[in-house]
């Protein structure tokens, strides 16, 4: 079973940035699509961004496009999240996640990490 760990989470202020990585281990993910989550206080988990298995293919929330960039490096197995012009909104948990298939992002992620804090400040 693959463990998915995320870091690079903090406190920044409003118009910052931050990477975030995702690595994993156990198995490879070279075969999987993967995505990232938000969980702000009191609301659902939302879908941020995923990357197809090779990188090729991009998917993005409307609320983070043009700001975001997911990546990834799959010699590393490990999955980056980009952050640029960060607003108090952005203020979430975020989960990294795996999905089952490599192209496709209709069925759930099967695996998550636990989550990496960040705070924007106003």
């Known amino acids: 079973q693959v463990q998915l760990v995320e870091s690079g989470g903090g406190l920044v202020q409003a118009g910052g940035s931050l990477r975030l990585s995702c690595a994993a281990s156990g198995r490879t993910l070279s075969r999987n699509a993967m995505g990232w989550f938000r969980q702000a206080p009191g609301k659902q988990r939302e879908f941020v961004a995923a990357i197809n298995w090779s990188g090729g293919n991009t998917l993005y929330a409307d609320s983070v496009k043009g700001r975001f960039t997911i990546s990834r490096d799959n010699a590393k197995n490990t999955v980056f999240l980009q952050m640029n012009s960060l607003k108090p909104e952005d203020t979430a948990v975020y989960y990294c996640?795996?999905?089952?298939?490599?192209?496709?992002?209709?069925?759930?992620?099967?695996?998550w990490g636990q989550g990496t804090q960040v705070t924007v400040s106003s």
């Open positions: 996640a795996a999905y089952p298939d490599s192209g496709t992002y209709y069925r759930p992620p099967l695996s």
